[in-house]
């Protein structure tokens, strides 16, 4: 069986000193490929060079959180949009991402929606598939996406509400689920009314999850094998054709053809 990654922040601070094991992991897990996300420009340049250093396994998402709003300034908005543009025809980068809206930063609301749309139109233009986070902000992202030309939509981490995760399948939008479905009631439930092909994983990483079997333990992608199990047995279907068809999902999502022979 092979496994993939579609969401982690391997540009992240926590990782710095353990990029090489964490791929040695990965790889021993039979982890073909992860995307490695941004939250701003640093984080962004530090994507693409690892998907530099490790290609195939490691592809570059780049964008801006909306964590991240509050301290961008316009010059950096400029740099990142001008990267995003430049680097579009390698193939290191395959997404616009992370962005999107979090209703816990409210205070930064219009600068939020600002720069989210701003990434949409770059994705919009540059005909990227766009990796979302969207805490408290789905129903409200979820209308207003289809006033752009989108064909790629990744909402990461969904969990409520129903009437959104609906209307995101009957769009054709992709999910992405982690290790929550391991241990979380709520996101089983999800789980299972996503149909298979629509479906992705992910970890996250650096998140830490307190919950067992996880008991605050590094986040690495060498844990996707327990999320594809967790998927399989939701879906009462055999662990092997699941791992097959999100391997296929990735595949189709990002537009990239996976070495699935190591
Ligand atoms: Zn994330």
């Known amino acids: 069986m092979k496994f993939v990654d579609a969401h982690i922040h391997l540009s992240d601070e926590a990782y710095k000193e353990c990029v090489d094991e964490i791929i040695a992991e990965a790889r021993n897990s039979n982890v073909v490929a992860l995307v490695s996300n941004s939250m701003d420009l640093e984080t962004s340049i530090r994507s693409l ?13 780049l964008g801006v959180h909306p964590w991240s709003v509050n301290a961008l300034t316009e010059e ?3 740099q990142t949009i001008a990267l995003i543009s430049e680097k579009r025809q390698g193939k290191e980068l395959i997404a616009i991402g992370e962005i999107g809206l979090d209703h816990n930063y409210a205070t930064i609301w219009d600068k939020q929606l600002a720069v989210f749309n701003e990434m949409l139109r770059l994705a919009e ?16 992202i979820v209308e207003m996406l ?22 995101a399948v009957q769009n054709g939008y992709y999910i992405s689920e982690g290790l929550p479905t391991v241990f979380s009631n709520g996101i089983r439930k999800v789980v299972k009314r996503i149909p298979l092909t629509s479906l992705l994983t992910e970890t996250d990483g650096p ?13 690495t992608p060498a844990l996707i094998p327990s999320v594809v199990k967790a998927i399989a047995e939701i879906k009462k279907m055999d662990e092997a054709d699941v791992a097959e068809q999100l391997v296929r ?7 990239v053809k996976l070495n699935k022979m190591e």
């Open 76 to 78: 950096a908005l400029k």
């Open 125 to 140: 233009k540059l005909h990227l598939p766009v990796i979302i986070h969207s805490r408290g902000t789905t129903t409200h």
């Open 249 to 255: 999902n990735f595949e189709e999502f990002f537009s």
């Open 49 to 61: 060079r690892l998907a530099e250093q490790y290609p195939e396994m490691v592809h570059a998402a």
């Open 146 to 167: 289809p006033s752009y030309n989108l064909k790629r939509v990744l909402l990461h981490w969904f969990s409520s509400p129903v009437s959104a995760l609906s209307k």
């Open 207 to 219: 998140v830490r999850f307190s919950r067992p079997p996880f008991d605050g333990k590094r986040t």
